[in-house]
């Protein structure tokens, strides 16, 4: 598996561990299993359906996955994988984070944007060409990740992976009215590798100054460039993580109150419940038992 969430979320499945342990193919997967709460990932998935039936939720965005539906999942995305049918088969590719990563470093930054668009933009509906199509690409990947002869196996699927998520982005910039006219690079960067730094540092570190401290510049800056790029302040996003973990473990998962504190590393249950209500008018217990 490529890592510890990795592990996580595939189980009981033809798959082929490679290029050491930052990618993964599974071919005609039966069953995906998550922790009993959904959990952010640090692993990117490429997921075909080829049968069946499946719940899929990145954050609070819920979609049936079906037959010929392709399933993107970005890493740093909050996921549950849930509800699989009988008769459930697919395909999945999974690449660790470093692979992602040097997988976008081989063109323009995406925009911080297009993490936020994924949210809601995670499947696709493919005709059977398309479906056919992306099993090529599949098997492609595959062939030339086990080519033992070849001298740069590491570099050809990157290459092949960035002529995917290269197509992915081409879709949202298309769509998407906020890409237009995003030309400062610097503060695009400087968005992203915020987004970033959140997905790794959010439990620990809800202060705006300890990310501007990581990024060399003040909290006054880092919460203009972030509003200006995504409508919300760098506090907002913080908070949002946070609480869309709290909701997601209340909603799916058996964990208590306590536990719940521990996980999202509150001091006891009183801050995280005077947390949530601060954000959300709902106590614990209020929201719990409405979901």
Same mark, same amino acid.
């Given at each position: 598996m490529p890592n510890r969430d990795s592990e996580k979320l595939i189980t009981d499945s033809y798959a082929t561990t490679l290029l050491g342990d930052e990618l993964m193919v599974c071919e005609n997967m039966k069953h995906i299993r998550v922790t009993s709460a959904p959990s952010y990932t640090e692993a990117g998935m490429i997921i075909l359906c080829l049968r069946?039936? *499946?719940k899929v939720c990145i954050f609070d965005n819920i979609h049936i996955l079906t037959k010929n539906e392709l399933a993107v999942i970005l890493p740093g995305q909050l996921v549950s994988i849930t509800e699989l049918s009988s008769d459930f088969l697919c395909d999945i590719v999974v690449l660790s984070r470093a692979l992602f990563d040097d997988t976008l470093s081989g063109f323009s930054r995406f925009s911080p944007l297009f993490y936020v668009y994924m949210r809601s933009h995670y499947w696709y509906e493919l005709t059977g060409e398309e479906a056919g199509r992306f099993k090529r690409f599949y098997e492609s990947l595959s062939e030339r990740a086990k080519d033992p002869s070849h001298f740069f196996r590491r570099e050809s699927v990157l290459l092949l992976l960035r002529i995917f998520y290269l197509?992915?982005?081409?879709?949202?910039?298309?769509?998407?009215?906020? *890409?237009?006219?995003e030309s400062d690079l610097g503060k695009s960067k400087l968005a992203h590798d915020f987004f970033c730094l959140i997905m790794q540092h959010y439990r620990e570190h809800k202060d705006v100054a300890f990310y501007a401290d990581k990024l060399c510049i003040t909290s006054?800056?880092?919460?203009?460039v972030i509003k200006e790029a995504s409508g919300k302040t760098a506090k907002d996003w913080i908070v949002e993580y946070t609480i869309l973990e709290i909701k997601a473990m209340l909603k799916n998962s058996t964990m208590n109150i306590?536990?719940?504190s521990i996980k999202t590393n509150f001091a006891n249950q009183s801050s995280l419940g005077r947390f949530f209500r601060k954000h959300t008018g709902m106590t614990l217990t209020e929201y719990r038992m409405y979901q």
């Open positions: 069946g039936t *499946a197509d992915i982005y081409n879709d949202y910039y298309g769509k998407s009215h906020l *890409a237009k006219g006054k800056y880092l919460s203009m306590q536990e719940i």
